[in-house]
């Protein structure tokens, strides 16, 4: 089914964004490498309905309001235009532009698999509120109609905010512009996906949100500068309240930037006012003001950790420092200047205090990371310390290139080397730790309990110079217990059943199977596309079901869409076994990921039919296709000619009395490989639930099969071009319940003793 094109009018309200779109993991073909994403206010849309006395189309608009989120994808044609031809979206359109569009409008994805992320959920929490996205494909659907229909203090920030991105790649070297870019105005999108992968997994991508440490390091600079230039202190407050405002605007008014705008607003407000400053009080107001604007703030990730990393910092910083070096702070309080080395004494300061506000800092957002994001990064607290000098430098120096570079550009270029040299510094650093060590672990999604209880303990330590000593020792030790009691998961759960998950992956296929000896299988991992099934759909399921290691992966043929996922899988899960085919082996297209399974030390194994998988027991686990390759040529049958998805592997997996048939994408050939055993063949292929050959395309002989296998339940998965009406109608004349994950989500089955059931996601 084609989805139909939509005519809009809208007004930009953000101007569009150059992104490079990631590339494949298992390439098949070239991929889109460029798109454009902006956001824009609707005014109207042009709808049809019929002229019975014409017998033709009419056509008017309607008005429309509401906020849609645009993705315009360049044609084939237009990628390959040579750069210094190419048209620029992003030069094209500005704040406040009319446009007229053709795009296909849809509501936002919302989550379809367990403990998937919520896109729609997402959209609609941000402020504005995004209620629909469209794609547009081909810069020529989009058309300039006017401009200056924006509001002047937006017209001025975007503007500057131009000029700002144009100072930048004018005056650092060229490899350096998408760091620094992202360091000082919170570009992140151009960012090379190694590097910032690199960042997340030193955990030091909070360098790159624009946070309360710049803000801190471009108060610290103005109020010194404007102290240098003579000032008064009323006069640098008003200054100091007014840039910082403007930098917010200019870097996306994000919650921790607000926040930290606030405290700001609050710090240099009392000295205009005369009165005194309260820290947590700052804290509380910026809190208050944040959910004022955007109650649904509340649920934002980057607005809990600004605020937790701040609570850190202020309230277990100074009380970690007294805790490891009471003493040493004692010996250099009593210490003359006269009688230590200065540099030596200030060196160790700034480590000391360092280390301390980045443990603080990570004490706090430690268990909201692992549950957002299922990785724990204990390396970083030293990082910081490296990392810190470099990006205040960037800062620094990058705040000096973009004044100079817009007042006296020559001015700029001793700045623009330093930083050039410091992010190229820096970039390696976090290449050479991401990529070298170990800087990080994955984990299993913490249950809300044990962060209750963690948050807990941490108060404790904050307050347990209020309580005595004994019983405080005596409440942390018990509630650490407690915590490694919950956190394990113990005692452990037994499980009497077999479980199979089908995720809803559209045109693809990932079955994951849950033992009832506690092993675990994942049959296939992909789907068509860039889209990553393995990082995005399966890992977050695993890390909720609290799954560390994958005992088995059976990937059932070559092709992309079954696939594609298994490198994200490889590279956060211990895998111990994984078994292909011959067909699969020999194939010559997936050499990148049989190298992967080598690099990962990971057991390979062959499938053929007539084998058993063991180690399941009391599950039987059987493999009915294909044939062994080599026996196939013994025979004289010619294997080049079998289609790579009749060489699928076919799984029968039996468990008290009831059946689960996995045929990948298997057609024509290999079902007739399936059953030319005929009727009196010692192998029964009977099951109750059935995975609907190759996403419920159309089969020749698809009859053939369902009278054999003879399901009770089949799944689809797929999307709704892919199902063909005949196969359809071939499964309903048995009487086979159909679910089908394009319209159920995940689908899920049971059996156990008292049979089997069935849920969907949907």
């Known amino acids: 089914m084609v989805r139909p094109s939509h005519?809009?009018?809208?007004?930009?309200?953000?101007?569009?964004?150059?992104?490079?779109?990631?590339?494949?993991?298992?390439?098949?073909?070239?991929?889109?490498?460029?798109?454009?994403?902006?956001?824009?206010?609707?005014?109207?849309?042009?709808?049809?309905?019929?002229?019975?006395e014409s017998n033709t189309l009419l056509r008017k608009w309607r008005k429309i309001s509401g906020t849609i989120k645009i993705n315009t994808y360049l044609t084939q044609r237009e990628e390959s235009t040579p750069v210094n031809k190419r048209r620029y979206l992003s030069e094209v359109l500005q704040y406040g532009d009319k446009i007229e569009l053709i795009g296909n409008i849809s509501t936002p994805s919302t989550s379809r698999n367990p403990a998937q992320f919520n896109y729609k959920y997402y959209l609609r929490r941000q402020n504005p509120r995004i209620e629909a996205i469209a794609n547009v494909i081909s810069l020529n659907n989009i058309e300039f109609i006017s401009g200056g229909h924006g509001?002047?203090?937006?017209?001025?920030?975007?503007?500057?905010?131009?000029?700002?991105?144009?100072?930048?790649?004018?005056?650092?070297?060229?490899?350096?512009?998408?760091?620094?870019?992202?360091?000082?105005?919170?570009?992140?999108?151009?960012?090379?996906?190694?590097?910032m992968d690199g960042f997340l997994k030193t955990g030091t991508i909070h360098f790159l949100a624009i946070s309360g440490l710049h803000v801190g390091i471009l108060v610290i600079s103005l109020h010194f500068l404007l102290r240098f230039l003579r000032f008064n202190t009323r006069y640098v407050a008003i200054t100091v309240i007014l840039i910082v405002f403007l930098y917010a605007a200019i870097t996306g008014m994000k919650p921790p930037i607000v926040r930290a705008g606030i405290m700001v607003a609050m710090y240099y407000g009392a000295f205009i006012i005369n009165r005194r400053w309260d820290l947590p009080n700052s804290i509380a107001a910026a809190?208050?003001?944040?959910?004022?604007?955007?109650?649904?703030?509340?649920?934002?990730?980057?607005?809990?950790?600004?605020?937790l990393a701040v609570l850190g910092i202020i309230f277990t910083s100074n009380r970690l420092e007294k805790f490891f070096w009471k003493s040493t702070l004692l010996v250099q309080?009593?210490?003359?200047?006269e009688e230590r080395n200065e540099l030596w004494f200030q060196l160790?300061?700034?480590?000391?205090?360092?280390?301390?506000?980045?443990?603080?800092?990570?004490?706090?957002?430690?268990p909201l990371i692992a549950y957002y994001f299922n990785i724990v990064t204990p390396l970083n607290i030293f990082l910081n310390i490296i990392i810190f000098p470099m990006v205040w430098i960037i800062l620094v120096g990058g705040f000096i290139v973009l004044i100079m570079g817009l007042v006296f550009p020559v001015l700029a270029i001793p700045f623009a080397y330093l930083v050039s040299y410091s992010e190229l510094a820096l970039r390696n650093l976090v290449l050479l730790f991401s990529i070298n060590f170990k800087p990080?672990?994955?984990?299993?999604?913490?249950l809300w309990s044990w962060i209750v209880i963690y948050y807990l303990i941490v108060m404790l330590f904050v307050l347990r110079e209020r309580i005595k000593s004994k019983l405080s020792h005596l409440i942390i030790a018990t509630m650490a217990i407690l915590t490694i009691y919950v956190f394990s998961g113990l005692p452990g759960r037994s499980q009497d059943c077999l479980k199979l998950t089908c995720f809803d992956v559209r045109h693809g296929a990932s079955f994951f199977l849950q033992f009832p000896n506690g092993k675990n299988m994942l049959f296939d991992s992909g789907t068509r596309g860039n889209y990553d099934v393995g990082k995005f759909v399966v890992a977050p399921f695993l890390w909720q079901e609290g799954i560390k290691k994958i005992d088995t992966v059976i990937i059932s043929h070559k092709d992309d869409d079954h696939c594609n996922g298994i490198p994200s899988i490889i590279n956060r899960f211990n895998v111990d076994n994984i078994f292909v085919n011959k067909f699969f082996l020999e194939s010559g297209n997936k050499v990148e990921l049989l190298k992967l399974f080598t690099e990962k030390r990971i057991k390979t194994g062959l499938l053929a039919d007539e084998l058993e998988i063991k180690g399941y027991e009391p599950v039987n686990?059987?493999?009915?296709?294909?044939?062994?390759?080599?026996?196939?040529?013994?025979?004289?049958?010619?294997v080049d000619n079998i289609p790579a998805n009749d060489s699928s592997n076919v799984l029968l997996i039996e468990y008290m009395g009831n059946k689960v048939l996995l045929c990948g994408d298997i057609g024509k050939i290999g079902i007739e490989m399936l059953?030319?055993?005929?009727?009196?063949?010692?192998?029964?292929?009977?099951?109750?639930?059935?995975?609907?050959?190759?996403?419920?395309?159309?089969?020749?002989?698809?009859s053939d099969l369902v009278k054999r296998v003879k399901p009770v339940h089949g799944i689809i998965n797929g999307i709704a071009r892919d199902i063909s009406s005949s196969t359809i109608e071939h499964y309903q004349k048995y009487g086979v319940c159909l679910h089908k994950t394009n319209k159920n989500g995940a689908v899920s089955f049971t059996i156990s003793k008292e049979g089997i059931s069935v849920s969907t996601f949907l």
């Open 348 to 366: 160790t300061a700034y480590c000391r205090k360092a280390f301390c506000v980045s443990l603080g800092a990570w004490i706090a957002v430690m």
């Open 7 to 52: 005519n809009l009018t809208l007004f930009v309200i953000s101007p569009p964004l150059n992104k490079f779109l990631p590339d494949p993991l298992l390439p098949s073909k070239k991929p889109r490498q460029t798109m454009y994403t902006f956001l824009l206010k609707t005014e109207a849309i042009e709808s049809t309905s019929d002229n019975v």
């Open 333 to 337: 309080k009593l210490q003359a200047k």
């Open 621 to 638: 686990i059987e493999v009915l296709n294909p044939p062994d390759k080599d026996i196939l040529r013994k025979r004289g049958i010619l």
């Open 151 to 195: 509001n002047l203090f937006y017209t001025f920030v975007y503007g500057l905010k131009k000029r700002l991105r144009t100072v930048i790649e004018t005056q650092v070297k060229k490899e350096s512009v998408h760091l620094i870019r992202s360091i000082l105005l919170g570009d992140r999108e151009k960012i090379p996906e190694q590097l």
């Open 440 to 446: 990080f672990f994955y984990t299993s999604t913490p």
């Open 287 to 307: 809190v208050f003001i944040i959910l004022l604007i955007n109650p649904s703030d509340l649920f934002n990730v980057g607005f809990q950790l600004s605020v």
């Open 675 to 702: 059953l030319s055993g005929g009727d009196d063949s010692d192998v029964d292929i009977s099951a109750d639930i059935i995975q609907i050959p190759h996403h419920g395309g159309f089969i020749m002989n698809t």
